[in-house]
Protein backbone atom coordinates (compact mmCIF):
# COMPACT_ATOMS: atom_id res chain seq x y z
CA UNK A 1 0.00 0.00 0.00
CA UNK A 2 1.34 3.42 -0.96
CA UNK A 3 1.58 5.80 2.03
CA UNK A 4 3.03 9.05 0.09
CA UNK A 5 0.86 9.05 -3.55
CA UNK A 6 1.29 11.12 -6.45
CA UNK A 7 -1.56 10.40 -8.61
CA UNK A 8 -0.56 12.64 -12.06
CA UNK A 9 2.39 11.18 -13.67
CA UNK A 10 3.16 13.85 -15.67
CA UNK A 11 2.64 17.85 -15.74
CA UNK A 12 2.89 20.04 -18.54
CA UNK A 13 3.16 24.13 -17.61
CA UNK A 14 3.65 27.20 -20.12
CA UNK A 15 7.13 29.29 -19.12
CA UNK A 16 6.60 31.84 -16.45
CA UNK A 17 3.23 30.34 -15.16
CA UNK A 18 2.77 28.69 -11.87
CA UNK A 19 3.48 25.01 -11.83
CA UNK A 20 0.91 22.84 -9.17
CA UNK A 21 2.34 19.21 -8.01
CA UNK A 22 0.03 17.05 -5.69
CA UNK A 23 0.77 14.66 -3.08
CA UNK A 24 -1.36 13.11 -0.84
CA UNK A 25 -0.33 10.72 2.04
CA UNK A 26 -2.26 8.07 4.94
CA UNK A 27 -0.29 7.81 7.21
CA UNK A 28 -1.14 10.35 10.24
CA UNK A 29 2.08 9.78 11.76
CA UNK A 30 4.27 11.83 9.16
CA UNK A 31 5.52 15.32 11.16
CA UNK A 32 8.07 16.03 8.32
CA UNK A 33 7.39 16.46 4.54
CA UNK A 34 9.76 16.90 1.51
CA UNK A 35 9.91 17.35 -2.01
CA UNK A 36 13.03 16.30 -4.42
CA UNK A 37 14.24 17.29 -8.09
CA UNK A 38 15.40 14.53 -10.05
CA UNK A 39 16.84 15.14 -13.48
CA UNK A 40 17.66 12.57 -15.91
CA UNK A 41 20.65 10.31 -15.03
CA UNK A 42 21.02 11.99 -11.84
CA UNK A 43 20.16 11.75 -7.77
CA UNK A 44 17.41 12.59 -6.53
CA UNK A 45 18.38 16.41 -5.21
CA UNK A 46 16.27 18.21 -2.24
CA UNK A 47 14.40 20.74 -3.25
CA UNK A 48 12.07 22.50 0.18
CA UNK A 49 10.50 20.46 3.30
CA UNK A 50 8.09 21.44 5.37
CA UNK A 51 7.22 20.31 9.70
CA UNK A 52 3.22 19.26 10.34
CA UNK A 53 3.71 21.78 12.87
CA UNK A 54 3.40 24.47 9.87
CA UNK A 55 1.11 25.01 6.98
CA UNK A 56 3.31 27.14 4.24
CA UNK A 57 7.59 26.95 3.54
CA UNK A 58 8.35 29.21 1.08
CA UNK A 59 11.84 29.61 -0.61
CA UNK A 60 12.31 32.06 -3.46
CA UNK A 61 10.30 30.21 -6.48
CA UNK A 62 9.10 27.67 -4.34
CA UNK A 63 6.51 26.96 -1.79
CA UNK A 64 5.12 23.51 -0.18
CA UNK A 65 1.22 24.12 1.53
CA UNK A 66 0.24 21.37 3.66
CA UNK A 67 -3.38 20.73 4.87
CA UNK A 68 -3.39 18.06 7.76
CA UNK A 69 -6.81 17.59 8.01
CA UNK A 70 -7.12 16.20 4.41
CA UNK A 71 -3.44 14.69 4.21
CA UNK A 72 -2.31 16.51 1.36
CA UNK A 73 0.61 18.96 0.37
CA UNK A 74 1.32 20.33 -2.88
CA UNK A 75 4.20 22.30 -4.38
CA UNK A 76 4.31 26.01 -6.02
CA UNK A 77 6.56 26.97 -8.59
CA UNK A 78 6.16 30.67 -9.38
CA UNK A 79 7.08 31.65 -12.63
CA UNK A 80 7.76 28.38 -14.04
CA UNK A 81 11.26 27.75 -16.02
CA UNK A 82 12.78 25.57 -18.73
CA UNK A 83 14.95 24.25 -15.94
CA UNK A 84 12.72 23.04 -13.82
CA UNK A 85 11.25 20.45 -16.05
CA UNK A 86 12.48 17.43 -13.96
CA UNK A 87 10.43 14.39 -12.20
CA UNK A 88 9.54 15.74 -8.58
CA UNK A 89 9.09 13.38 -5.79
CA UNK A 90 7.12 14.36 -2.79
CA UNK A 91 8.14 12.29 0.35
CA UNK A 92 7.30 11.52 3.94
CA UNK A 93 9.05 10.76 6.73
CA UNK A 94 8.49 10.23 11.34
CA UNK A 95 10.98 12.28 12.97
CA UNK A 96 11.34 9.31 15.05
CA UNK A 97 11.83 6.97 12.02
CA UNK A 98 14.80 6.16 9.75
CA UNK A 99 13.00 5.83 6.69
CA UNK A 100 11.84 8.63 4.10
CA UNK A 101 9.05 7.52 2.14
CA UNK A 102 8.73 8.25 -1.70
CA UNK A 103 5.60 9.05 -3.70
CA UNK A 104 6.06 7.74 -7.31
CA UNK A 105 6.96 11.23 -8.62
CA UNK A 106 5.56 13.41 -11.69
CA UNK A 107 7.39 14.76 -14.74
CA UNK A 108 7.03 18.40 -14.92
CA UNK A 109 7.57 20.15 -18.53
CA UNK A 110 7.88 23.61 -18.90
CA UNK A 111 7.07 24.44 -22.32
CA UNK A 112 8.18 27.37 -24.33
CA UNK B 1 34.97 15.27 -5.58
CA UNK B 2 32.56 16.55 -2.99
CA UNK B 3 29.31 14.20 -3.71
CA UNK B 4 28.44 10.86 -2.90
CA UNK B 5 29.61 8.34 -5.01
CA UNK B 6 28.82 5.27 -6.63
CA UNK B 7 30.25 2.56 -8.46
CA UNK B 8 29.70 0.92 -10.57
CA UNK B 9 27.20 3.45 -12.72
CA UNK B 10 25.89 0.20 -14.54
CA UNK B 11 26.13 -3.77 -13.57
CA UNK B 12 25.11 -6.19 -15.91
CA UNK B 13 24.64 -9.71 -13.94
CA UNK B 14 23.47 -13.22 -14.83
CA UNK B 15 20.86 -14.54 -13.19
CA UNK B 16 22.03 -16.34 -9.90
CA UNK B 17 25.60 -14.38 -9.66
CA UNK B 18 26.38 -12.08 -6.68
CA UNK B 19 26.76 -8.59 -6.82
CA UNK B 20 28.49 -5.78 -4.81
CA UNK B 21 27.49 -1.95 -5.08
CA UNK B 22 29.69 0.29 -3.52
CA UNK B 23 29.05 3.95 -1.98
CA UNK B 24 31.46 6.66 -0.92
CA UNK B 25 29.09 9.12 1.23
CA UNK B 26 30.13 12.59 1.58
CA UNK B 27 33.25 12.55 4.39
CA UNK B 28 31.84 13.25 7.72
CA UNK B 29 28.23 12.13 7.04
CA UNK B 30 26.63 9.94 9.52
CA UNK B 31 23.35 9.51 8.39
CA UNK B 32 23.85 6.86 5.08
CA UNK B 33 20.86 5.65 3.32
CA UNK B 34 19.97 2.36 0.47
CA UNK B 35 17.08 2.88 -1.54
CA UNK B 36 15.80 0.42 -4.54
CA UNK B 37 14.25 2.54 -7.57
CA UNK B 38 12.41 0.19 -9.68
CA UNK B 39 11.38 2.18 -13.49
CA UNK B 40 9.09 4.61 -13.18
CA UNK B 41 8.48 4.14 -9.88
CA UNK B 42 9.99 6.59 -6.68
CA UNK B 43 12.96 5.48 -4.26
CA UNK B 44 11.82 2.69 -2.09
CA UNK B 45 13.63 2.40 1.12
CA UNK B 46 16.37 -0.18 1.71
CA UNK B 47 18.40 -0.03 4.86
CA UNK B 48 19.56 3.02 7.20
CA UNK B 49 23.03 3.51 8.85
CA UNK B 50 24.03 5.85 11.31
CA UNK B 51 28.44 5.32 11.67
CA UNK B 52 28.73 2.06 11.29
CA UNK B 53 25.60 0.55 13.35
CA UNK B 54 22.50 -0.71 11.05
CA UNK B 55 20.26 0.69 13.07
CA UNK B 56 16.95 0.04 10.40
CA UNK B 57 16.83 -2.99 7.49
CA UNK B 58 13.06 -3.01 7.54
CA UNK B 59 13.13 -2.24 3.70
CA UNK B 60 15.40 -5.24 2.68
CA UNK B 61 13.08 -7.64 0.53
CA UNK B 62 14.62 -11.23 1.23
CA UNK B 63 18.02 -12.54 2.97
CA UNK B 64 19.63 -12.06 -0.46
CA UNK B 65 19.79 -8.64 0.25
CA UNK B 66 23.19 -7.58 2.63
CA UNK B 67 24.84 -4.05 3.67
CA UNK B 68 27.16 -3.20 5.43
CA UNK B 69 29.02 -0.02 6.72
CA UNK B 70 32.37 -1.51 8.87
CA UNK B 71 33.62 1.39 8.92
CA UNK B 72 30.95 4.27 9.33
CA UNK B 73 31.88 5.66 5.70
CA UNK B 74 31.86 3.43 2.76
CA UNK B 75 28.73 1.12 2.27
CA UNK B 76 28.36 -2.20 0.26
CA UNK B 77 25.50 -2.83 -0.71
CA UNK B 78 25.35 -6.60 -1.87
CA UNK B 79 22.77 -8.93 -3.30
CA UNK B 80 23.62 -12.85 -3.66
CA UNK B 81 21.65 -14.88 -6.62
CA UNK B 82 20.41 -12.10 -8.30
CA UNK B 83 16.76 -12.22 -9.60
CA UNK B 84 15.46 -10.86 -12.80
CA UNK B 85 12.90 -8.65 -10.12
CA UNK B 86 16.23 -6.97 -8.57
CA UNK B 87 16.82 -5.10 -11.95
CA UNK B 88 16.67 -1.33 -11.03
CA UNK B 89 18.44 1.43 -9.92
CA UNK B 90 20.02 1.13 -6.40
CA UNK B 91 20.74 4.80 -5.01
CA UNK B 92 22.44 5.77 -1.98
CA UNK B 93 22.30 9.19 0.12
CA UNK B 94 24.08 10.36 3.12
CA UNK B 95 23.14 13.03 5.39
CA UNK B 96 25.03 15.14 8.23
CA UNK B 97 22.21 14.20 10.37
CA UNK B 98 18.71 12.51 10.11
CA UNK B 99 17.42 14.71 7.07
CA UNK B 100 14.60 16.61 7.57
CA UNK B 101 16.00 19.84 7.00
CA UNK B 102 17.78 21.93 4.62
CA UNK B 103 20.56 22.28 7.28
CA UNK B 104 20.34 18.41 7.04
CA UNK B 105 19.13 17.40 3.75
CA UNK B 106 20.07 13.96 2.21
CA UNK B 107 22.25 14.31 -0.89
CA UNK B 108 21.87 11.38 -3.68
CA UNK B 109 24.68 9.77 -5.89
CA UNK B 110 23.61 9.24 -9.24
CA UNK B 111 23.06 5.29 -8.63
CA UNK B 112 23.70 2.10 -9.76
CA UNK B 113 21.44 0.57 -12.59
CA UNK B 114 21.21 -3.46 -11.79
CA UNK B 115 19.72 -5.31 -14.87
CA UNK B 116 19.58 -9.30 -14.05
CA UNK B 117 19.56 -11.07 -17.40
Known amino acids: DQQVKQNSPSLSVQEGRISILNCDYT??????FLWYKKYPAEGPTFLIS?????DKNEDGRFTVFLNKSAKHLSLHIVPSQPGDSAVYFCAASRNSASKIIFGSGTRLSIRP | GAGVSQSPRYKVAKRGQDVALRCDPI?????LFWYQQALGQGPEFLTYFQNEAQLDKSGLPSDRFFAERPEGSVSTLKIQRTQQEDSAVYLCASSFDFPTTKNTEAFFGQGTRLTVV
Open chain 2, 27 to 31: SGHVS
Open chain 1, 27 to 32: NSMFDY
Open chain 1, 50 to 54: ISSIK
